[in-house]
């Protein structure tokens, strides 16, 4: 590593990755790393190192600039909270994906998916154990978006609910194997 620097900004990540390669501590363990291809990209890499025990780890967060530098603070204030626990957060980053893969349904991945970026989930040393929930960023942003969707549908349940009808009898009257599908060009002589 090839520095310590506590007061960085935007502008200073921007001017290392021109300079060339970039291998800078933040603080806490926060590193921005970059090779010589991806500095030319304006492109590097958010890592978090640690040691659990006398064992050095680390763990990818994510890359730049999709990660700003304010989030990669704070996704290594989180994952350090963790560490202090006794959880090697890399392991952990990696039985995530194991589980990922081995998801067979849309349900089981969407339910990974809330769990990691919509709900924080913190576990308190005590007993009995404590845990509380709370809402990420993430999720209070689709906090507020689902509360515009289901303003939408309390203003349109009669309009939806009617139209259901009007698809429901027309189903009635053509059983669903011999439903026409609308995008479909009718075979001649078929009728409905």
Known sequence: MSGLTQNVSDRTLRAWLTAGPVDKGIGG???FFARESSARQG???WILRYRIATRRHEKVLGRYPDISLKDARELARRDRALIQQGVDVNAKKRQEKLKALQMEDVKGLGQIWYERHIVERTVHPTVPPK??????????????TLGGLRAWAERNIEAVMS?????DQAAGANPVGARQDPLRPRESGATD
Not at 163 to 167: D, G, K, P, T, V
């Open 163 to 167: 139209n259901r009808e009007s698809f």
């Open 29 to 31: 363990g926060l590193i």
């Open 131 to 144: 845990v509380e929930y709370s809402l990420t960023p993430i999720g209070e942003s689709l906090a507020a």
């Open 43 to 45: 492109q590097a890499t």
